[in-house]
């Protein structure tokens, strides 16, 4: 473990995104079991991801499907009855099997997590300055004034009025939004690398949803930092990732840069989460599209792929074999046997713009012509939000059972 | 207000909830039945109680020997396993093992008794005072606090003094006066015990009445047109009587235990009847060995109280409704 | 800041008036509860019955139970003893003592045995807090999962927890005068003869720290051990319970996650939102003790304030029973109202809420 590079990484010089193919994280089939009295609950598996810094990798799923155990199994954040496997590669170290110093030593001064909930994220009893300069004083050789003075710097950098009133107060006494900024803050003493960002917006107003989004991603700016932004919600990780990673039962099942995702969805997970968003362009009164069912027993999971109990597009093969992940050439990575598509860009990131929290996209995507091949396959805009039938995919596993 | 927090370790115990208690609080096993230390405990007790209620049968039969008569051949304080005396004899040369099996019968009875009078009465004052609120539970409340303010030993022993025949040479204006119904130490204890409990148990009931009154399941019922008595016995009462039962369970440890510092304190069972206090207070200025008769009693104290608390905590853990389970 | 202080200025100002309603309270119970125990104080006084039948000796015996109870003042219509007592207490005089020659001011006495039960107290309870406070945080450690990589260490953990779970378990149903006999006997009749001559724990009564520092401390180590380990027991399981729930707040995965050590983490920051219930158990019991050291004070022959209380209902000294009743009923409730203060500086939530 390079001791050296890990002290006082706030001195170290901002690199620019440029010239940077090293990837900052290199995770290898990560797998994460929970030790329990009925069994071994495997949470997260075979997961696989690759993150330069400065960019943003988005996890999205819903509830039990293993996004929080995996940022936190990939900080190494996990109770002691946990069981990793696999690799994570951070800056070249493996840290599967750091001891909990090096850890530690890690932990603040590169890696840093933003909690979901600012209220119990935050000790309760003790003053916000004080939360902040611990941090500082763990990693950093400063004095108790530059401790201070960089509290202060921290509050002033997310936003924060009267910084330094605020360094004797209590969390209670903040708001939500503040208590999720001084949270980032924390979160930031140190200067890390890599900022993980577990539903940092899931407890808060949908007023505030995007100004801490907007931080986040201006602190990531400023600092060349890459962000994990774990979540539920589709429509944040539209206008906010670099690429997205769907995962469902404790595996990925779709995983492409945003703008490929967006363009030609290919699991029916994926496309029931994006169906599943309220939008303002349709009609109002019109049914909220729910995903039925509920999500797959982690301590026996089924036979065939996790999602077919609840696909509406399930074969008698999904029940049987559980599909691996493949690629389908452009970076575009998927779990099915039958995947689906979505045509035409511009309807889907257009409604889902429509939501409050996301910031306004404008031009940008539409000028992006990265996949226009592929657009050629693709069956046709859809309407009222429905895709069309199974579309003529150019994939030949569809070929044989097709009924 | 914090202040809702108890005075005694009964109540401790009661608030300290599942992971205090013995079984282990990762693992299922309280739900799942009493477990074997469980059912150690409870035939522990079953045991003593059918000793203790057939102590006279037990005694007529020459199974155990008269507990108050001094065995002339025995030497005092004879050692376990004498000849004749399988426990040995206290300093009266009365024989350990009967005095044990009625001082059984005596600790049980006193105990037993208090907690059904602290029960009945605090259990039923706690219960309104939950259930109705209001104006009635807040006098109920502050009298129980201010009677919480006084020592409880203190309050036991005013008690007994109170409730004990005056001794003849106080005879007032030539008529002896009768003790207040002629009642035997037994009962003067039952009395003193279960009034001192009451105000601690009437403070649990009315925590477990509260909590179930707020319930919607009540709310409905009361939506319905039910009347108050009604209701409250038939929605709430059922829901708080296992926590109740526990809670018992817990205090009939600590009577016995009360006893024991009231024999010690001399007001307790009458000697020569045999109680497991008054045993250990009159063996206890023994200073050389063996001392069977002064840690026989105590061992089986022991063991029973241990035994009560170990079930009460087992029976709340069973019982123990937790709103959010996630 | 003046909207502030104004508040903070009322809820005084409604505490000490609950305070004072709850004072008034207690020490009038105590008065009509000691007014109804049986016997009047004059008979033990006044040898001699006064129905012999022969008149004369009757009638001066009358006379001079009368002239005791003038003198006690038991002739006062009850209210007005009420008033003067309470009075009295509140500037220092709780009355007198008396025997058959003479009457001794019961705040003498007082002054005699508050000392040693406030020690006692004291003491009982460094010990209690001591050895509760670091087993409670060990047992919640090992019982939430010891980080460590050794699957070793992390199983001694959990035995631990259940090793000092049983312990306390047994602690707790053993009755403290038990202990307290069972000490004395060890102590007495087994140390104390292989110990060096200078050395004699057997309690002997009480001796005042100024007279012999040495003697003081073995005097009270034996009580104050047998007062402590009962409450051990209960502190133990209070925070261990708090912590382990304590422990599973996000505040403490935050924490970790800034790379602080473990013992930091435990120390500082789940150990002080945990303590709330054991800062009131541990009040409510000093509170509780002033009064609850009877039995352990008479097995040890330490002239406390339980000692005096058990001595004033035996020899009938009503007004020395109910000044020291009041005493300690007065103490329980000032001491409650403390807590009150305390918990806001432990918790600054509770005092923001005001």
């Known amino acids: 473990m390079s001791a050296p590079s890990l002290a006082k990484t706030a001195d170290r010089p901002l690199r620019t995104h440029d010239g940077d193919d090293e990837p900052l994280l290199v995770v290898d089939n990560l797998s994460t079991t929970f030790a329990s009295d009925q069994g071994p609950i495997r949470a997260v598996e075979d997961v696989t991801l690759r993150l330069q810094r400065g960019r943003t990798l988005g996890i999205v799923g819903e509830s039990g499907s293993g996004k929080s155990v995996l940022s936190r199994s990939i900080m190494g954040l996990v109770p002691a009855y946990a069981t990793r496997t696999g690799s994570i590669r951070y800056e070249g170290t493996e840290l599967l099997d750091a001891g909990p110093r090096e850890l530690r030593k890690i932990w603040g001064a590169q890696m840093a997590m933003v909690f979901q909930d600012p209220m119990t994220a935050l000790n309760p009893v003790q003053k916000i300055g004080a939360q902040i300069t611990e941090s500082i004083r763990e990693h950093l050789d400063y004095s108790k004034t530059q401790r201070r003075d960089t509290a202060i710097a921290l509050l002033r950098s997310v936003g924060i009025p009267e910084p330094e009133r605020r360094l004797k107060q209590y969390p209670h006494e903040l708001s939500g939004g503040m208590r999720q900024r001084v949270v980032i803050a924390i979160a930031l003493a140190c200067g890390p690398h890599l900022l993980f960002a577990d539903e940092p917006t899931t407890a808060l107003d949908v007023t505030v949803q995007a100004q801490i989004l907007d931080l986040i991603e201006a602190q990531q700016a400023e600092r060349n930092m890459a962000v994990i932004l774990v979540t539920h919600d589709l429509g944040v990780v539209a206008t906010r990732a670099d690429e997205i990673a769907v995962m469902y039962g404790g595996r990925i099942v779709e995983q492409a840069p945003t703008q490929v995702l967006f363009r030609q969805m290919r699991h029916p997970y994926t496309e029931a989460l994006l169906r599943s968003i309220p939008r303002l362009d349709l009609p109002s009164h019109t049914r909220l599209e729910a995903i039925s069912g509920r999500p797959p027993d982690l301590l026996h999971p089924p036979q065939g792929c996790r999602f077919a109990a609840r696909c509406p597009y399930a074969q008698p093969k999904c029940h049987a074999e559980e599909p691996e992940l493949v690629d389908d050439g452009t970076g575009h990575l998927f779990r099915c046997w039958y995947p689906v598509g979505i045509a035409s860009e511009q309807t889907t990131i257009d409604s889902v713009v429509t939501n409050a929290h996301v910031r306004q996209v404008g031009d940008e995507i539409a000028t992006d012509d990265v996949v226009a091949d592929d657009a050629a396959t693709a069956p046709g805009p859809a309407v009222d939000g429905r895709p069309p039938a199974a579309p003529a995919s150019a994939d030949a596993t569809l070929a044989e059972e097709d009924s | ?326 | 800041m003046s909207p502030n202080v104004t508040r903070i200025l009322k809820t005084v100002v409604r505490k000490l008036l609950q305070l004072l309603i709850v004072l008034f309270c207690v020490t009038l119970f105590t008065f009509l509860l000691v007014r109804f125990l049986p016997g009047d104080p004059e008979d033990l006084l006044v040898p001699g019955a006064d129905n012999t039948g022969d008149p004369r000796t009757d009638q001066i015996i009358r006379e001079q139970k009368e002239e005791v109870r003038s003198d006690m003042g038991l002739d006062k219509p009850l209210p007005v003893q009420y008033l003067e007592w309470v009075s009295g207490v509140a500037t220092g005089d709780l009355g007198f003592e008396y025997s058959k020659q003479s009457k001794e001011p019961v705040s003498d006495r007082v002054g005699l045995a508050l000392p040693s039960t406030l020690q006692l107290i004291a003491y009982s309870q460094i010990i209690a807090l001591g050895v509760a406070i670091p087993l409670g945080v060990l047992s919640a450690y090992g019982q939430a999962g010891v980080n460590s990589k050794s699957k070793r260490v992390r199983k001694a953990g959990k035995i631990f927890d259940r090793a000092a779970n049983a312990t306390a378990f047994g602690m707790l149903s053993l009755p403290n005068f038990a202990v307290a006999l069972l000490l004395a006997f060890l102590v007495g009749v087994k140390l104390n003869p292989s110990l060096p001559e200078a050395i004699d724990i057997r309690p002997q009564g009480y001796v005042a720290f100024g007279e012999d520092p040495l003697d003081h401390i073995f005097s009270m180590l034996l009580p104050s051990l047998s007062l402590a380990i009962g409450q051990i027991a209960v502190y133990m399981r209070v925070l261990r319970s708090d912590l382990i729930q304590t422990l599973q707040e996000d505040f403490i995965l935050m924490a970790k996650s800034k790379g602080i050590s473990n013992r930091r983490v435990l120390w500082r920051h789940a150990l002080r939102p945990s303590s709330l219930t054991l800062v009131t158990i541990a009040g409510l019991q000093v509170g509780t003790l002033i009064g609850g050291t009877v039995v352990i004070e008479v097995i040890f022959n330490i002239k406390g304030m339980g000692y005096l209380i058990f001595e004033s209902i035996l020899t009938r000294q009503y007004l020395m029973l109910q000044s020291c009743v009041a005493i300690v009923a007065v103490g329980f409730v000032l001491i409650n109202a403390l807590l009150d203060v305390l918990y806001t500086t432990l918790d600054p939530r509770i005092r923001h809420a005001g």
Do not use: C
């Open chain 2, 1 to 326: 207000m914090p202040v809702d927090a108890p005075p005694a370790a009964v109540e401790a115990q009661a608030a300290v909830g599942a992971t205090g208690g013995p079984a282990d609080p990762e693992g299922s096993s309280a739900k799942r039945g009493l477990g074997a230390v469980g059912w150690v405990a409870a035939s522990w007790l079953i045991f003593v109680i059918l000793v203790a209620f057939l102590a006279p049968v037990l005694e007529s039969t020459e199974i155990i020997k008269d507990p108050v008569s001094a065995d002339a051949e025995a030497g005092p304080g004879a050692p376990l396993f004498t000849e004749g005396h399988i426990l040995g004899t206290d300093k009266s040369r009365r024989d350990v093992l009967s005095r044990l099996v009625w001082g059984a019968r005596s600790s049980l009875i006193v105990g037993v008794g208090a907690v059904a009078v602290g029960m009945l009465v605090g259990g039923a004052l706690g219960l309104i005072s939950g259930f109705r609120r209001g104006r009635a539970d807040t006098a109920l409340s502050s009298l129980f606090d201010i009677l919480l303010a006084f020592p409880q030993l203190v309050l036991a022993l005013s008690l007994v003094a109170f409730l004990k025949p005056p001794p003849p040479e106080v005879a007032t204006d030539g008529d002896v006066v009768e003790a207040a119904g002629g009642l035997t130490a037994i009962q003067i204890l039952i009395i003193a015990i279960g009034i001192v409990a009451i105000p601690l148990l009437a403070r649990i009931t009315r925590a477990t009445s509260l909590t179930w009154s707020q319930r919607e399941f009540v709310l409905a019922g009361r939506a319905q047109g039910a009347r108050g008595l009604r209701l409250m016995i038939r929605e709430v009462l059922p829901n708080v009587l296992p926590a109740m039962f526990s809670v018992a369970l817990l205090s009939i440890g600590i009577a016995i235990i009360a006893e024991g510092g009231l024999s010690v304190l001399g007001v307790g069972v009458e000697p020569p009847q045999a109680s497991w206090g008054n045993m250990i207070a009159e063996n206890r200025s023994v200073n050389r060995d063996p001392l069977n008769a002064l840690f026989v009693p105590m061992v089986v104290v022991f063991f029973t109280v241990m035994a009560l608390n170990y079930l009460g905590d087992a029976v709340r853990e069973r019982f123990d409704v937790r709103e959010s389970s996630l």
